[in-house]
Each structure stands twice: as C-alpha cells, then as structure tokens.
C-alpha cells in the first residue's frame, strides 16, 4: 500500500489545496490524517487561508480515500460536519513486519508511548516538526505541518511506499528518507 501521511492541517485551505495537488500527483491509495484538520488552536497565529468551511468540503470531496485519528484541536462537533470518521485516537497499520501506532502526538508520544515492542513506529503529528529517531529500540516518525511548520520546518507531508517513508515539502521535494529493515 502507498500510503501520504500529513498532519495539522489547522483549518487552511490554502495549505490543503496545495497538500491535495501533491496527492493527486503522487496517487497513493490513501491518505493518513493524523489530526488537527480544522481549527487553528489557541496557540497557533491563524494559517495562510484560514477557512475551515473550505477545508470540510475539501476533506469531504475525498471522504472514501482517508484515514483519520483525532487531534487535540479536533472535537465532537468537527465530526458533525466531516464525512468520515475522525475520533479515533489511533490506527494500527503494518509494514514489512513493522507494526505502526499511528496517532495525534497529545496523548501518545516519545515521553507516553504507547505498547510497542523493538522495531515498532510510533507515527505522529502534533509538534509540526518533521522527526525520524530511535527511541528505546523503537522508532518515533513525525511528518511535520502542512500549514503551520515549527522549528525552522517546512510545510510538507510523508509518503510511506515499499518499507520507505520520505519527507517532502509541498513542492512535492523530498528532503529526508527512513527505510525500514
């Protein structure tokens, strides 16, 4: 399975237009969200194109091809307008052997983590900063912000094919590689 995964979205349809033209370029077979899709957040300066409205059209115009958990921004009225399910608090894919606990990054993290046995990925978005490290036999894989990048970071997503995640901005560049052994 070809796989985009993005996160923190935070109500911009400018930045998810872009995220969206990058998804139709590079045609996985679905797109992971992990969370905070239309609200800004307290803490947060509002997006370039800020309009949630437009992003929960966006969102829905492509409702069979996404996966979703829930972001700390993310509520009970967020799913209302959503057409597809976003309150989960995680997933579980696998990889080549690799289990992947795919979450927002507010409950479950490298401080928290969840169970995970050598050579598992814990997968997050939350920080919107892009990460790849080992953690205690583990690995923690972090896609960054596609509106709202932190840390020096670019906006940008990752695509996990054939046991190889890769990091690209919204230009579709690739700018860092982890492969899975």
């Given at each position: 399975m070809k796989l985009m995964i993005a996160s923190d979205i935070h109500g911009s349809a400018f930045y998810l237009k872009e995220?969206?033209?990058?998804?139709?370029?590079?045609?996985?077979?679905?797109?992971?969200?992990?969370g905070d899709l239309i609200y800004h957040g307290p803490r947060n300066d509002l997006p370039k194109g800020y309009a949630?409205?437009?992003v929960i059209e966006l969102l829905n115009a492509r409702k069979e091809e996404i996966l979703c958990v829930r972001g700390n921004c993310d509520?009970?009225?967020?799913?209302?307008v959503l057409d597809?399910?976003?309150?989960?608090?995680?997933?579980?894919?696998y990889?080549?052997?690799?289990?992947i606990f795919a979450?927002?990054?507010?409950?479950?993290?490298?401080?928290?983590?969840?169970?995970?046995?050598?050579?598992?990925?814990?997968l997050h978005g939350h920080t919107h900063v892009p990460t790849a490290e080992e953690f205690n036999g583990r690995y923690y894989l972090n896609p960054g912000s596609?509106?709202?990048?932190?840390?020096?970071?670019?906006?940008?997503?990752?695509?996990l094919e054939n046991g190889v995640f890769t990091w690209k901005n919204l230009d579709g560049e690739a700018y860092k590689n982890f492969e899975l052994h």
């Open positions: 995220l969206l033209r990058q998804y139709d370029t590079e045609q996985p077979d679905k797109l992971l969200l992990l949630p409205p437009e509520t009970d009225v967020d799913q209302m597809f399910p976003i309150l989960a608090d995680y997933c579980i894919l990889e080549q052997g690799h289990m979450t927002h990054g507010h409950n479950h993290n490298t401080a928290n983590p969840p169970m995970l046995k050598p050579g598992d990925i814990l596609v509106s709202i990048p932190k840390d020096g970071s670019q906006r940008g997503y990752m695509m």
